[in-house]
């Protein structure tokens, strides 16, 4: 494996399954287009703009330990500057041919590659292997928590199979020993704007808003004009076999604006009656109950106050449905297998779900505290890193 030719690193279960899990939660909640056809993202700054800048707290441990992987397996301690973090999912039809990660002159900054595997091949999804063209390991199978680390010269030239079925998560990593490429000054920078305007640094709830009107929306053809293509939030919460209710008129359902409105969640013929402030708010909620419905406990203060649907809030269900669905066989193409292995595994109850309100709410808010605890220590380091903090 350390073959001076080759100089690339395999580490397995260098991950726990809970960090796959919530940096997983993170991603369904947030992700983006990304930069290629059949590719999403979420990319630090882009939790930030999403009023979420608090998910970047559990990146920060597996950001660190990989970091002095790195350095102290290529012999650069203290040399090494992250240029870029980001969750990386890739869906049917995308795939990547022989390439290293500095082939283009715009990358010639990148050192070191950290691919970390989020989910596992098989399971998850189908092809998607990585290949190194020389050397060994010729092939890697991905699993959640491995972690594939070499440089991103021309000695380790790699591709991966295109992806036949679900989608293959990774959190990826670049490493560069030039400083005018450090991912962290830039996003304590921005992280200062956001937070120190007075409105943000108080330690409420953080509700995640949507950076722009359409950056949600995934074409085929990333056209700008979205004749043919799906909102990737709305898609996600009916994949896990939920419905989504707004009250605004019908008439309203043909602007995308409609998404930052408030909505409401339905499942089969009944509505919570509870509003969300708008759809990635319920998309973070919808998915972390997905991720948490093991471990709630439902408490007799939960109230979760459910009705039956009417004819004409079903009509608005399936009016708003048809307009941000649009294109229903592109969302099958693109999300197939993970429609009906990656439901909630779990028996469904309103009950529960309120619970996960309760528990969301606390989970975002300690995150929040340890943003706002940790900023002053990041801005007078120059470094995003975790902090002990008491009780933690
Ligand atoms: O996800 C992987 O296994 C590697 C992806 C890759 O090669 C890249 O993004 O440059
Ligand atoms: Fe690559």
Not at 106 to 112: E, G, H, P, S, V
Not at 327 to 354: I, N
């Amino acid at each position: 494996m350390d073959d001076a030719k080759h100089p690339r690193l395999i580490l397995h279960e260098f991950l726990s399954l809970d960090e796959c899990k919530e940096l997983q939660f993170i991603h369904k909640s947030s992700s983006t287009v990304g930069y290629r056809p059949n590719v999403f993202s979420t990319t630090l700054s882009h939790l930030i703009a999403t009023n979420c800048p608090h998910f970047i707290i559990p990146f920060l441990p597996i950001r660190e330990r990989l970091k002095e992987k790195v350095e102290e397996f290529f012999g650069c301690e203290y040399e090494l500057f992250v240029e870029f973090t980001g969750l990386i999912s890739w869906t049917k039809g995308a795939s990547i041919g022989w390439h290293s990660d500095d082939n283009r002159p715009y990358l010639k900054q990148r050192d070191f590659t950290a691919v970390c595997y989020l989910n596992t091949y098989a399971k998850d999804f189908k092809g998607g292997l990585f290949h190194f063209q020389d050397g060994e390991p010729a092939t890697l199978v991905p699993k959640a928590g491995d972690v594939a680390i070499y440089t991103a010269d021309s000695s380790n030239v790699h591709s991966v199979d295109e992806i036949t079925e679900g989608e293959r998560l990774t959190l990826t990593l670049w490493f560069s020993r030039d400083s005018d490429h450090d991912e962290d000054a830039k996003l304590i920078s921005i992280l200062s704007e956001n937070l120190l305007c007075s409105s943000n640094n108080v330690p409420g709830l953080k509700l995640p808003m949507l950076a722009a009107s359409n950056m949600y929306w995934f074409s085929p053809h990333q056209a700008p004009n979205q004749q043919s293509g799906f909102d990737i939030c709305c898609a996600r919460i009916h994949l896990l076999g939920f419905d989504i209710y707004s009250s605004q008129e019908k008439s309203s359902f043909s602007d995308l604006m409609i998404l930052m409105e408030p909505v409401k969640l339905a499942k089969r013929n009944e509505l919570f009656e509870h509003e969300f402030a708008n759809i990635l708010h319920l998309l973070q909620m919808v998915q972390f109950y997905c991720w948490k419905a093991s471990e709630l406990v439902v408490s007799h203060l939960e109230s979760c106050k459910v009705i039956q649907l009417s004819q004409s809030q079903r009509e608005k269900i399936n009016a708003l449905k048809s307009f941000v669905l649009r294109d229903h066989q592109l969302v099958e193409m693109v999300f197939s297998f993970v429609d009906s292995k990656q439901k909630c595994q779990h028996s469904f109850d309103w009950a529960k779900f309120s619970a996960a309100i309760t528990a969301w709410e606390d989970y975002s808010h300690k995150l929040h505290k340890k943003l706002l605890l940790s900023l002053p220590y990041w801005r007078t380091e120059g470094i995003i890193c975790g902090i002990p903090f008491e009780g933690s």
